[in-house]
């Protein structure tokens, strides 16, 4: 069932594959610690990272009359989507802690935050950022072909 439509202007320049195995593990002991109470799993984390700019944060000047488009402010590259494909094994639990739906959200959220981590500290914004000037690049030949100049006084940030 269609919720809700959103209208974005989200430019992707790169993606990234990432491959994380992470071990979960709750433990709440009961009556004095004598009893384990524990939770454990292995989570294997197959996601697809897509990086670029949100262009909705970008600032431009058009000029129809003297057919010049002016590039004011380019956002930061940022992680525009993680797509996850998480396969959960050696889910163990005990009678009185047993996995709840509200876990699963948990431990897909530390997967997600995990490969976002991943993401950000390797090189994946820095190609995002190199992407996106070839693309700039590309746009003011398009607009030169038409008889129009693209003036790109900007900064892509990281």
Do not use: C
Not at 54 to 67: G, M, Q, R, T, V
């Amino acid at each position: 069932m269609f919720e809700r439509l959103k209208e974005v202007s989200k430019l992707i320049t790169v993606e990234g594959n990432y491959s994380e195995i992470i071990h979960y593990k709750e433990e709440k002991p009961i009556w004095m610690q004598l009893i384990p109470n524990n939770k454990k799993a292995i989570l294997v984390i197959k996601a697809k990272a897509l990086v670029g700019f949100d262009l909705h944060k970008a600032k431009f000047e058009i000029d129809s009359n003297s057919k010049s488009i002016k590039i004011l402010h380019l956002p930061e590259a940022e992680v525009i989507s993680i797509e996850p494909d998480i396969q959960y094994y050696d889910l163990k639990d005990s009678a009185l802690n047993r996995f709840k739906p509200e876990d699963y959200s948990k431990m897909q959220q530390e997967a997600m935050a995990l490969i976002k981590q991943k993401v950000l500290e390797g090189d994946l914004p820095e190609k995002a950022i190199q992407q996106g000037k070839q693309h700039l690049a590309l746009l003011s030949e398009f607009a030169k072909w038409n008889g129009w100049k693209v003036e790109t006084n900007y900064k892509l940030e990281k």
